[in-house]
T-cell receptor
Framework: GNSVTQMEGPVTLSEEAFLTINCTYT??????LFWYVQYPGEGLQLLLK?????DKGSNKGFEATYRKETTSFHLEKGSVQVSDSAVYFC???????????FGTGTRLQVFP | GAVVSQHPSRVICKSGTSVKIECRSL??????MFWYRQFPKQSLMLMAT?????????EQGVEKDKFLINHASLTLSTLTVTSAHPEDSSFYIC????????????FGPGTRLTVT
């Protein structure tokens, strides 16, 4: 079946550190891939997405590249800020359906 | 930007009672709304999809008579947990989708249900 696996958290970093949150997927076919972010007390927000292999999604300094050969979509940021502290969810969906399949979420804590 | 609200944010109810959760799209019309359930340290699991004016489509394993979904207007969907039991305690999240926003899903902040 289709599924998403992401690293367990929490990930704890100091401000300006480099961030990587790993995400791999299992899918029959060629899904679109997403990263959502959930700040405390708020709903999930779309952070970035990629719809085909080798596409790079980017937003707010975050990047992720759709790697078909490794079935991965790792989230990276060169220099995190305290305001990036949140829970990050990796997800996939297929074009002919609205259904999103989520990973378990990874909590990021950034300290000054 | 598109905002989705949920009410209440937290609710505690006694076993055997029913509880209703509202999901509203505040500044856009949502042709489709989704209901998810999240257990601690687990993924969001899609429970059902509802389109305005029609019956909800439930995912496999989700009891239709247990989780009643009504999508009466383009801005409101409700989830009623009937005859709640402690195992229904969970975090319920809705999302709303608009064709005018390229079918992106906008999520509510969630409702924490505790059944005692």
């Amino acid at each position: 079946g289709n599924s998403v696996t992401q690293m367990e958290g929490p990930v704890t970093l100091s401000e300006e550190a480099f961030l990587t949150i790993n995400c791999t997927y299992t899918a029959t076919g060629y899904p679109s891939l997403f990263w959502y972010v959930q700040y405390p007390g708020e709903g999930l927000q779309l952070l970035l997405k990629a719809t085909k292999a080798d596409d790079k999604g980017s937003n707010k300094g975050f990047e992720a590249t759709y790697r078909k050969e490794t079935t991965s979509f790792h989230l990276e940021k060169g220099s995190v800020q305290v305001s990036d502290s949140a829970v990050y969810f990796c997800a996939l969906s297929f074009m002919n359906t609205d259904k999103l399949i989520f990973g378990t979420g990874t909590r990021l804590q950034v300290f000054p | 930007g598109a905002v989705v609200s949920q009410h209440p944010s937290r609710v505690i109810c006694k076993s055997g009672t029913s509880v209703k959760i509202e999901c509203r799209s505040l500044d856009f019309q949502a042709t489709t709304m989704f209901w998810y359930r999240q257990f601690p340290k687990q993924s969001l699991m899609l429970m059902a999809t509802s389109n305005e004016g029609s019956k909800a489509t439930y995912e496999q394993g989700v009891e239709k008579d247990k989780f009643l979904i009504n999508h009466a207007s383009l801005t409101l969907s409700t989830l009623t947990v009937t005859s709640a039991h402690p195992e229904d305690s969970s975090f319920y999240i809705c999302s709303a989708q608009s064709r005018l926003a390229n079918y992106e899903q906008y999520f509510g902040p969630g409702t924490r249900l505790t059944v005692t």
